[in-house]
């Protein structure tokens, strides 16, 4: 099943809800979703509490709680959902959607971004909420690194934020792998050396290439009973990819990125996957688009092929 977020309020710039809508009439016109069902979350643009802190945090929760909802139905209805969104803060709605589908799954993520998504409304300088999805869904605050002091309201909300699907500590540190991470800051960078967490460069993954690098990641995920792949558009090598919020130079070539994703998918265990942050306003002759549909349709592709009864 294919869920659409057409949602970018959790980013800095605008014009990555358009992306959504892109990928989705590629996939129309090629036919390569053709099997597939769709269901479009709903997004309201009320009204909603907003804060240097954590900008549209309350729209943003909304949006989340939806996305959790529908990954939730998604699960449970015995689909694959394939998460299709504007913005990366949409995945805290689909993991704390898998972990209320599944509350005992141990979950294994897999990060494929230029950023760690590790900000909190305590360490945020932009506020942006697509920084914060992993500290949320993690349900830290990491307070020790503090720059501001956010008000009342907004931790209110940030509580309701991290708390979505209902479970605060979702996921663990040591589940979480992250790939072609190389623009991060201080209190970011500090969290994941005290929480141990597992970072893949962009040079690791060319020394050893695509198989070997997929083969490392799925073993050490090992323990975990499901898990769940969230590619970022910003991944990709900003000198070539320009069509995301945050390009960084030094990433992920986009063959590499297609034969990664493919050998993570071909693991049974992988139960949703998304994509997210190609914004058209800034993609140059449409060379990112081009990419980021290349990856989605060997996506779909492999999801066809590898036995998962949970796929239509
Ligand atoms: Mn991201």
Partial sequence: MIITVRSDIGAGSRGSAEGVTVLLDLSEQSGIADQLEKKDCEVLFAEGFTSVYAKNIEKVLHICEAVCGEVYASLRSGYFPIVISGDHSSAT??????????PESRLGIIWIDAHADLHTPFTSSSGNMHGMTLAASLGLDNVACFLRDPDKTTLDFWWRFKRIGGLIEKIRPLDIVYVTLRDLEEQ?????????????ST?????????????LILEYLKDCTDIYLS???DSL????????????DNGIMPTEAEELICIILEDPRVLCFEITELNPRFDINHATTTMVYNILEK?????????RPSFH
Avoid: M, Y
């Avoid at 709605?93 to 599944?102: D, R, S, Y």
């Avoid at 040079?203 to 083969?215: C, F, S």
């Fill in 231 to 233: 590619f970022d558009t």
């Fill in 237 to 248: 090598d900003g000198s070539i990819s320009k069509g995301t919020g945050l390009p960084v």
């Fill in 299 to 307: 996506a779909l592709g492999i999801l066809k092929t590898v036995p």
């Fill in 203 to 215: 040079e690791e993954l060319r020394e050893i290439k695509e198989k070997a690098l997929g083969t």
């Fill in 93 to 102: 709605g689909t993991i704390a959607g898998i972990k209320k589908a599944k």
């Fill in 188 to 200: 970011e960078s500090r969290l994941i050396e005290e929480l141990g967490i597992r970072v893949f």
